[in-house]
């Protein structure tokens, strides 16, 4: 007994079958009768957050206009002959709806985020796979060599593909309405501040348009993506924004880094962004603008974890535990500070831990640390820390007032050569770049 075309393309209970969308687009697509209608020109998925993007419709390419065809109506979606079960095809010309992804225009060809790498990559082919009779999206292919290479070495072999699984990737569609449905800052948010501004770097204008525009979502770490943003992309980005919105994003960044961004700035801009600023954020940044950018004052944070040189241990490790706003680099260390913020001692964290939490704070700190005037030169400063093995350095005034505190990374940063936000980083062991899965 023969079985119909139609009877012939449903599978078998349990059985998954592996489709590459190269292979799809352009296959011809027939009505029940097996008369000619037109050629497959796209794949249409929709956005299901965590979950694959499953395959709802196909568009068709029918005497030069692109028509919706929904997915139920493709029978043998994996033959070579995609032929329709309807006897009516809808003619209108096919309009993307909210939450829909076209894999030809949108993917294919395109460049994603490799999340677990936190690089930008192009998909060369898609991998679809059927469990019954629903697909979905599953893998992308970023390591497809050439056809024509291909022939050469190896004439008559099949071309090579080299699939990764699509929860790696974070597609850059351009369709904002569909970008919506992926879920807060999509995939995205597993990534550094530092990573996602790397990102920025070698994005293109449109793929920079989308990547700040899921990191806009949330404000905190926008502001820390533009902390870690070369500064010269970094001004072209704040420049294209209001005077209100530079002031929304600088007014959560570090104080050393607003008044960086701020400097920046066209001179005619500066003071309209300050004005909008609050009130404690302009003051640091305007006393940081003070001093020259080539000194301790310029380098400094006002940000840092000073106690009452009474305090006991206890209390300055409760300190740490109330103090989840301040920068990480800057809860290495704990100012002991008089009435009058004279700094009086200092005493590393991994000290105040192995202390008795009773003890008198002043008795587990260094009552002479190391310390520098607002108008020492930086590379004084790195030098000091590098004899000193400090990860913080304290900033005080002539009357020995805490002022600032410098941290490790701010001197690395001004020390390092002028590129080396382009050099590309020092790959782990265990990255899962550039090897075969």
Known sequence: MSATPAEAAQPRAGSERVLHLSDLVGRPITDRKGESIGRLADV?????????????????SVGGRDVFVPFEQATGFDGEVLRLSSATLDLRRFERRDGEV???????????????TAHLIKAADLELRGQG??????????????????????????????????????PLIGHASSALLRGPFGRIRRLKPAQIADLLEDASKAEEREILGQVHADPELEADVFEELDEDLATRLLGARTDAEIAEVIGRMRADDAADAISELPQRRRQPVLDLLPVGQRTKVLTLMGFNPTSAGGLMGMDFLAVG?????ADAL????????????????????DEDGKLCG?????????????????????????????????VDVAVLMSDYNLITIPVVDEHSTMIGLITVDDVLEVTLPDDWRRREAAEPPDSRRGKKT
């Open 346 to 378: 200092v005493a590393k964290l991994v000290t105040l831990l192995q202390a008795d939490p009773g003890a008198e704070l002043m008795s587990v700190c260094d009552a002479d640390p190391v310390r520098i005037g607002a108008d020492t030169d930086v």
């Open 309 to 313: 040189q009474h305090d006991l241990v």
């Open 102 to 116: 076209l894999l030809r225009a949108d993917v294919l060809g395109h460049r994603l985020i490799d999340v677990p």
């Open 318 to 337: 409760a300190s740490v535990g109330r103090s989840p706003s301040l920068q990480p680099e800057a809860l290495t260390s704990v100012h002991a500070l």
């Open 133 to 170: 009779n629903e697909w979905v999206l599953a893998g992308v292919d970023t390591h497809r060599r050439p056809r024509g290479l291909l022939r050469l070495i190896s004439p008559g072999e099949p071309e090579v593909h080299q699939f990764d699984d699509w929860a790696n990737f974070e």
């Open 44 to 60: 249409i998925v929709r956005l299901r957050g965590a979950e694959p993007p499953i395959v709802t419709g196909l568009v068709a």
